[in-house]
């Protein structure tokens, strides 16, 4: 079972539509107990940093220990954005804090939100992104982005008038700043990733 967790931010529906054509066996999560025994969890998101901390915080203790435990995590959009210590677009409220370092706004003089196809460049082979090639094109909706203290976490990047983190990967948790579930056949490909991932 794959946990996808409803903190009412979410593109639920989309996403849950994504895993079960890769044949997954998604299931819609609105309680923490829940994740308890997933094979893998999803955090989607749409919206400000603050508001989903507000409401993904009664997820924070089960979604630890699930991180702890060694289940695969994948976050999307706002859901990799939570997982850094704090944004920019909420002073004061606090991350996750799995990944050291802050989300940041995209700089004067560009587009605001990034929105629509950018490509890739991949940064070092993660399991997620096999099968995935520099210059793929995947779904962007956003105005902040993270910036990671260690670099090593980052698995891929875009440009968008500056460097911009697509994609990071640590141990069990891999995160994508894009919309995987929206980026057509090369998304449906990483939630196929992922999901092989949880299978391992």
């Known amino acids: 079972m794959i946990a996808i967790v409803d903190y009412g931010m979410g593109n639920l529906f989309s996403i849950y539509n994504a895993l079960h054509h890769v044949e997954a066996d998604p299931r819609i999560i609105s309680e923490p107990e829940g994740l308890a025994g ?6 989607p998101g749409v919206g400000a940093f603050g508001r989903c901390m507000d409401q993904l915080s009664r997820f924070g203790v089960a979604l630890s220990q699930a991180l702890e435990e060694g289940t695969p995590i994948l976050g999307i959009c706002i859901g990799l954005q939570v997982l850094f210590e704090e944004s920019e677009e909420s002073p004061g409220t606090p991350g996750l804090g799995w990944i050291k370092g802050r989300v940041v706004r995209l ?4 587009m605001i939100p990034q929105m629509g196809w950018n490509s890739l460049s991949i940064k070092r082979p993660v399991q997620v992104l096999e099968g995935i090639s520099d210059k793929d094109m995947f779904y ?12 090593s976490v980052i698995a891929a990047t875009t440009e968008h008038g500056v460097e911009v983190i697509a994609a990071i990967a640590k141990d069990n948790l891999f995160a994508t700043q894009f919309h995987p579930e929206k980026s057509g056949a090369k998304g449906l490909k990483i939630l196929e990733n992922f999901v092989r991932s949880t299978r391992c």
């Open 38 to 43: 997933a094979a893998g969890i999803v955090v």
């Open 107 to 110: 700089p004067d003089g560009v």
């Open 140 to 151: 962007f909706v956003h105005s902040y982005y993270g910036q990671p203290q260690d670099r």
